[in-house]
């Protein structure tokens, strides 16, 4: 059986950055207005007080530094706290797809490949814009690319569960040649209002080309030896948004209908997780994690992912073996990892090892073991 491989990545990088000390900024004035506004209550003891944020809580807890966003003059309004998007009609590209071509015509030329050569689509991400048709369908189209497309959504792990329906699409034979997009504009569920949360995600958009072996021509392919998923349920993470919502008579706009996480529990619950699953699946290839040349990890928390590489081989994480790209970027959802390898491969020599993993809300995993061709 032919050999499958990475042969192009894209990365999408909105046009506004939104940095920690402008956050903070928005953040605080929207606590003063809504302190001032149920003052009455505060002082009644029936409703707490909100507190302030500062960067150096925001850096201390994430490593987080700054953020890409769509569009930054919606979030950064203390009376409206998120992006202000501009509807478009139906015979519009949708932003979503906008982004996703953007990423996509970067991988192909990397890949050395035309749109219409790619025979399968696949739109991964931790929200969608709308419900159907399919956005997989609408990049298709947009892009000029044949065969077929859906959607997947599986949260921060949405990438590389793609990459392993691309994977088995290629060696099954029923695709010559695989898009995985994953548009994360992740402003438009991320609650700006919590101070536990507000300074968390940023937009992005990646893209990967894979393809067997016998039809790549990039001077630049990485052999995908193996992936494995795995999934656990919680409630750790989790956002209510939905279709049933007005169903439901329940308040679109309430705290649950955007992103909500127990932090502390999630970093407690998923390290372990995320170190036995790497390697694990390392082992299952003959392989032990010290042979790895580099982590490219979900891209949530500096300290998680230093943890997870610590558990792994029992050494103090570095840039080198796992290189953060969340300083710039923040949590990208499932892009992360994807921006991580895009940006950090081109040290590596042939035959050097690695794994593109990610984990979130679910509890999910997904990791992709790859080998520099």
């Known amino acids: 059986m032919s050999a499958v491989v990475i042969s192009g990545t894209g990365v999408y990088q909105p046009p506004h950055t939104i940095t920690n000390a402008e956050l903070v900024a928005s953040f605080n004035a929207f606590v003063d207005l809504h ?16 507190a302030h944020s500062s960067v150096e809580f925001i850096e201390k807890a994430s490593g987080i530094k700054q953020r890409y966003v769509m569009e930054k003059t919606g979030i950064l309004d203390p009376q409206r706290m998120c992006p202000h998007l501009a509807a478009r009609a139906n015979d519009q590209l949708s932003l979503m797809a906008e982004i996703a071509v953007a990423a996509a015509q970067q991988a192909l030329v990397q890949a050395g490949k035309t749109a219409d050569q790619v025979d399968m ?31 997947m959504n599986v949260a921060c792990s949405s ?48 893209a990967v080309i894979l393809e067997r072996t ?16 795995v999934t656990k349920f919680s409630n750790a993470i989790r956002n209510n948004f939905g279709f049933m919502n007005r169903s439901e008579d329940s308040d679109p706009k309430g705290r649950d209908k955007t992103f909500a996480q127990e932090g502390r529990r999630v970093f407690k619950e998923v390290v372990p997780m995320a170190a036995e699953h790497i390697g694990s699946q390392l082992t299952s290839l003959n392989f032990t994690p010290a042979q790895v040349r580099r982590f490219w990890l ?55 090892v690695g794994v593109i993993c990610s ?6 995993i997904g990791s992709v073991a790859v080998r520099k061709r």
């Open 214 to 229: 016998e039809t790549a021509t990039s001077s630049d392919q990485w052999e995908v030896l193996g992936t494995r998923l």
């Open 121 to 151: 689509v696949i739109c991964a991400a931790s929200n969608m814009q709308r419900a159907y048709p399919a956005m997989a369908v609408e990049i298709q189209q947009a892009l000029g690319a044949g065969g077929f497309g859906f959607d």
């Open 359 to 364: 984990f979130g809300a679910g509890y999910s």
């Open 35 to 50: 302190n001032a506004q149920h003052a009455a209550a505060i002082a009644a003891g029936t409703e707490p007080a909100l």
């Open 159 to 206: 990438a590389t569960f793609a990459l392993e329906q691309a994977y088995n699409a290629l060696r099954g034979g029923s695709a010559a040649c695989v898009l995985v997009v994953n548009p994360e504009i992740t402003s438009g569920h991320q609650e700006w209002r919590d101070r536990d949360c507000h300074f968390i995600f940023g937009d992005v958009c990646t």
């Open 298 to 352: 979900h891209q949530a928390n500096q300290g998680m992912n230093q943890l997870v590489i610590k558990r792994l081989i029992d050494q103090e994480s570095t840039p080198d073996v796992a290189p953060l790209i969340l300083d710039e970027f923040a949590n990208t959802a499932s892009a992360g990892s994807i921006v991580a390898f895009h940006r950090h491969r081109g040290d590596l020599q042939a035959g050097d």
